[in-house]
């Protein structure tokens, strides 16, 4: 399982967003399926798992019989092929409504964000059983990584509306923009910018870490002038930049075993940032919860 609901603030975690947190509560989490609230464990979250990170039911259990979560795999398997609207308007972990970052916990200030955010103080907790209670629909993400997971597991669905502060689109259509090897450009609106990730490691500096992608300035076949995105991490804690370092580095072997394949599913960063007005090559990102990777087949339908 991707996600789970923590009972502690009543909210749907993601499974890759537990290696920001300072302290995970493994009994804390259950199934976030409509009617069910089983307990599941987090797997793979520590700094230094390079496997993503995952919930697991305990073993030999099942989920409750009218758990919507049961079915998720095969929504994105019909997903792929066409349209799923309606059940995705009825299934909260697939495809987030919205953007709003309001968990207190992750060690950065929301104010260095390059997205606004409330911030939310207090927590409650339950109980499994009031868990299955919980309403359906499509839900808040937390981070942009639900967000752009969806954007690739659902493309004919890319017409549902999306809300991020200071992006005026409102589509999953419109709200991304991809980076392009055709020579570096000026962005003048914000987007959920993307492209693949280079072969070459990113590097750190006083500023922070350098990711190269795979798009920019071509010369002869060659990449002479690559998009790079600086993130800049001196409000980050250490498991946090532990933990991008080594999704950086899965996601490259991820790219270069794909590469070597002829795969058609490669792994793309994907990042809200700003672009340096003096190198527009450059993007930087300072919020963890603004930049992630995520591996599937970018695929775009032919319009009707």
Request: net charge positive.
């Amino acid at each position: 399982m991707d996600a789970a609901l923590e009972l502690a603030t009543q909210r749907t975690v993601e499974a890759d967003d537990l290696m920001l947190l300072k302290h995970v509560d493994t009994y804390g989490y259950v199934c976030h399926g409509h009617e069910c609230g089983i307990q599941v464990f987090p797997r793979s979250y520590r700094p230094e798992n390079l496997q993503r990170p995952h919930f697991s039911l305990p073993k030999g259990a099942t989920h409750e019989p009218n758990c919507d979560v049961k079915g998720e795999d095969e929504l994105r398997s019909r997903g792929k092929k066409g349209s799923i609207a309606g059940e995705l308007e009825t299934s909260p972990g697939l495809s987030p409504a919205s953007l709003r970052l309001v968990d207190t916990r992750v060690v950065v200030s929301p104010l260095a964000t390059a997205v606004g955010g409330n911030s939310h103080s207090g927590s409650r907790s339950t109980t499994p059983g009031e868990a299955r209670h919980k309403p359906a629909g499509r839900r808040a993400a937390n981070s942009i990584r639900p967000i752009c997971r969806a954007f690739l597991e659902f493309p004919y669905d890319r017409h549902l509306p999306l809300h991020i502060d200071r992006i005026n689109t409102t589509t999953y259509q419109t709200v991304f923009k991809r980076l392009r090897g055709e020579g570096i450009k000026a962005f003048p609106q914000q987007r959920i910018f993307y492209e693949k990730l280079a072969w070459g490691v990113a590097q750190e500096s006083e500023e922070g870490l350098l990711i190269p992608l795979d798009a920019g300035e071509w010369e002869n076949k060659l990449l002479v002038r690559p998009y790079r995105v600086l993130v800049r991490w001196a409000d980050w804690s250490q498991t946090a930049r532990t933990r991008l370092r080594n999704e950086l580095e899965l996601a490259r072997r991820e790219n270069m075993a794909a590469d070597k394949a002829k795969a058609e599913k490669k792994t793309f960063l994907f990042f809200i940032g700003a672009q340096n007005p003096n190198e527009l090559s450059q993007f930087v990102v300072s919020d963890q919860r603004l930049i992630c990777s995520a591996h599937g087949e970018l695929f775009f339908p032919k319009q009707k």
